[in-house]
């Protein structure tokens, strides 16, 4: 009798153990969800640095010098020096 239930109480922690392994807190399921958010999470964070590392780069740019001042402004604003005449070429497509 004492053996049946050793055996009986060893079955149950083993049905429980296996119900933990699918269905619990570190189920295989939430372990692959975690994965998947950790992985997007990490492509987020690179993104963000490489942003972050341009915006360091211009940042540097513009305390060096006022060259990176005047190129954005005549890239982006379209400034033109007084003497200067702007002069755009159009290509045609062959």
């Known amino acids: 009798m004492g053996q049946r239930t050793v055996s009986l109480a060893l ?13 619990g807190r570190g189920s295989l ?10 992985s997007e999470q990490i492509q987020h ?4 640095q490489l942003a972050n590392n341009q915006l360091a780069a ?3 740019d513009l305390k060096e010098g006022l060259e990176m001042i005047e ?5 982006e604003l379209g400034m033109v020096k ?11 497509v062959n």
Do not use: C, D, P
């Not at 190129?71 to 890239?75: D, F, L, P, V």
């Open 71 to 75: 190129e954005k402004a005549r890239m």
């Open 29 to 38: 399921a939430s372990v692959a969800n975690l994965r998947a958010q950790l």
């Open 58 to 60: 211009e940042v540097r």
């Open 45 to 48: 964070n690179n993104l963000a």
């Open 11 to 23: 079955i149950a922690l083993l049905v429980i153990l296996h119900g933990q392994l699918w269905f």
């Open 82 to 92: 007084t003497n200067e005449i702007y002069v755009q070429i159009a290509r045609g």
